[in-house]
Nanobody, 118 residues
């Protein structure tokens, strides 16, 4: 059974930093073939893609976080990290980790709350 577990959320002041972590268990060596991504969903808003890394290492960021967030993956440990700097109030959301190889094999975590407030 595949499990995706996020950690690292919390309350931070504007301008601060957080590092989110995601551990994917149950895929074993197949993890390296999965694209991984972070999404977020603010209250009353739709879930949106924040950043992603393909299985070949191509990285993408949404325009709103480009230059502030950094995503990385460790295939040996089946983990995904996202460093978030210069946080803004509008970054407040529940952040979800996703691992997917196609629409039939896509796995989500339960989410971790990030709140940016003074």
């Amino acid at each position: 059974q595949v499990q995706v577990v996020e950690s690292g959320g919390g309350l931070v002041q504007p301008g601060g930093s957080l590092r989110l972590s995601c551990e994917v268990s149950g895929l074993g060596r197949m993890f390296e073939f999965y694209a991984v991504a972070w999404y977020r969903q603010a209250e009353g808003q739709q879930r949106e893609l924040v950043s992603s890394i393909t299985n070949s290492g191509r990285i993408r960021y949404s325009e709103s976080v480009k230059g502030r967030f950094t995503i990385s993956r460790d295939n040996a440990k089946s983990t995904i990290q996202m460093r978030m700097n210069s946080l803004r109030v509008e970054d407040t959301a529940v952040y979800y980790c996703n691992a997917a190889i196609n629409s039939n094999y896509t796995y989500w975590g339960q989410g971790t709350q990030v709140t940016v407030a003074s």
